[in-house]
């Protein structure tokens, strides 16, 4: 079963507006990480937050990690019409070398002009 | 720009078929991963190695099999394609950190 579970499902906005996402995981974690995916192509890796890390920013893009709760959040300020995509959260579990990497179930984000 | 490289990126076969899918890095990452997703569905890990000779199977059954003889290569193969594997392959690799991923495979089989 997968370790993430995201909602919304989807998400539907305008440009300009702000666009949240949520994740939330059951094992305890090294880093959490949002990736992006375009329709039909690989994933890109967007920001990595450490377990002992609550908020990190990059560009438009603010990510918060609440361990206590087990959950994630992606904010996208300003949304563009090109920011329409899919993305998934992933999470490395805190289990040394062997453990991989798992993601979410995805949000797929449309921006409408 | 990621070092990961897929080949094919489309492959339509025929019932029955064997093929492989090639999956190469060249960023010296003992972690690789393949994952199979339909259109605008989640990703489901179906094999991870974490190091040469090392592979295991993922969380959704698959009736593929890897193997990683280098760290470079990680190929997956099909001894006997079926409509039901039709689907997209997606393979990654990541340090202690991100994953990079590559293009995928979208598989058909008719």
């Known amino acids: 079963s997968q370790q993430g579970e995201e909602d919304p499902q989807a998400l539907s906005i305008q440009e300009g507006e702000n666009a949240t996402m949520n994740c939330s995981y059951k094992?305890?974690?090294?880093?959490l990480q949002w990736y992006r995916q375009n329709s039909g192509r690989g994933l890109v890796h967007l920001i990595l937050i450490r377990s002992n890390e609550r908020e990190k920013h990059s560009g438009r893009l603010r990510v918060t990690l609440d361990t206590s709760k087990k959950s994630s959040s992606l904010l996208i300020t300003a949304s563009r019409a090109a920011d329409t995509a899919s993305y998934f959260c992933a999470t490395a579990p805190n289990t040394g070398t062997a453990s991989k990497l798992t993601f979410g179930t995805g949000t797929r984000l449309q921006v409408t002009l | 720009e990621a070092d990961i490289y897929q080949t094919p990126r489309y492959l339509v076969i025929g019932t029955g078929k064997k093929i492989t899918l090639e999956c190469s890095q060249t960023?010296?990452?003992?972690?690789m991963y393949w994952y199979q997703q339909d259109p605008g569905m989640e990703l489901h890990l179906i094999h991870y190695s974490y190091g040469v000779n090392s592979t295991e199977k993922g969380d959704l059954s698959s009736e593929s099999t890897v193997s990683r003889i280098r760290t470079e290569h990680f190929p997956l193969t099909l001894e006997s394609a079926r409509p039901s594997h039709t689907s997209q392959y997606l393979c990654a690799s990541s340090g202690e950190g991100e994953a990079f991923f590559g293009q995928g495979t979208r598989l058909t089989v008719v």
């Open positions: 960023m010296g990452h003992d972690k």
């Open positions: 094992t305890s974690i090294n880093n």
